[in-house]
């Protein structure tokens, strides 16, 4: 039976992959679940470890003395202010990691390393790619175009892979639909939070985004899904050496969601609510990089000089919304009628669900690469919010809505 190390093992991706292995002693004997700090108690089969990437190879395999597995769950991340610094430090953290286990010879028993990145890889944070987004779309780099640490990292672990005598695997991820504490981009807690507090308020639930994304289409990825992806690629030969799409397999509107979201938390959506409180919230807008994804490819594709600038539209802002006194009161109130976690709205992800409603434009991503090689993983994306929030309930993070 093989052994598993799982990196970020409390953050929203990394913790389902450590609970899908917990899950299953018979099949995976024990699981090293890695972070600074532990936030969940494990299974006879999990051993959680403190460690801090962000030291030097040498530290690191001082910690790892006596870590060994076959397989390796790379799904840290550590979120800095500016891009070239997310490069810097997630490169070394992967880069120290892979060198630490070199120095104590655990990578002699390695046979397959998974990473976790992201769709960031298509640039959807810099304006509209190509739609759908395919695996094999040309990476964004060169001149104009800001450093993309998903890049260093998949090079790292591409050169360390030749090295020694395992594979990888790399996952990309989007708009992840999964529960974690304090961690830097939850969809499900700020979404949750803002509905509820809405609720408190006067019952309308206005979407806070862009009015164009309401009726366009995002790919989400449940992070539970993603963990049984991770299992299903880890050991399926044909995965060796490639990146794959991971995505719930539906492609989902606001449109659909929003009023099943306003259903759960007993609000009501004004009958035109992109016309109302106009003038009272002045939201903001952000414009994005001035050459959008596409257009490293729209000559090829036959779009020369048709295609847009993105931007990010926020009807109401829900940083400056966060630190209104009447939202702060309805906080408080329900925290203390609920007995809710106090952290859970001071460290709730405002500018990152901003982002996620504020776009103008789809956010298509192809899952047949996957498919093909036999993946049938799917998730209804609803359900997989729905049953975040009731964990979200459960843990004390939102009020119950029963
Ligand atoms: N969340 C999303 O919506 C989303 C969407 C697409 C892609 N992604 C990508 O998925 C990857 C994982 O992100 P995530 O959202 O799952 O992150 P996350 O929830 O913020 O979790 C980060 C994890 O890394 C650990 N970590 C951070 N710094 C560390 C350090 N110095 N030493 C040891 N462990 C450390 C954290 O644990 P401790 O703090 O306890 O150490 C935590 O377990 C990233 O590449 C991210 O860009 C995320």
Redesign the pocket.
Known sequence: MPNAIV????????REIVSALGKDPKQWQTVYAL???QKDTYPSNVQHDH????QDAKGMADQLKGIKAEYVFF????QKDSEQENWDVNGS?LKNFLDALEITGASKELKRVIL????KQYGVHLGPPKEPMEESDPWLEGPGRPPNFYYHQQRILAESAKKGSWDWVVTY????VGV?KG?????ATSLGLYAAISKELDGNLVFPGSEDFYSMFDCFTSSRLHAQFNLWAAIEPQCSNQAFNVTNGDAESWQNMWPKLASRFRCHIPRNQFKVGVGKDPGSVMELAEAPPIADVAAQIGLENNVRRGKVVAKIDLTKWSKRADVENAWEKLRDQHGLDKDAFPKATWPFLTFVLGRDYNIMISMSKARKLGWTGYVDTWDALSECFDELEQEKILPSTK
């Open positions: 990196t970020g093992a409390t953050g929203i991706l990394g972070s600074r700090s460690i801090d990437l962000t799904a840290a991340y550590l953290m976790t990145t992201g769709a991820p989007n708009d992840v974690a961690n830097f981009m939850n969809l």
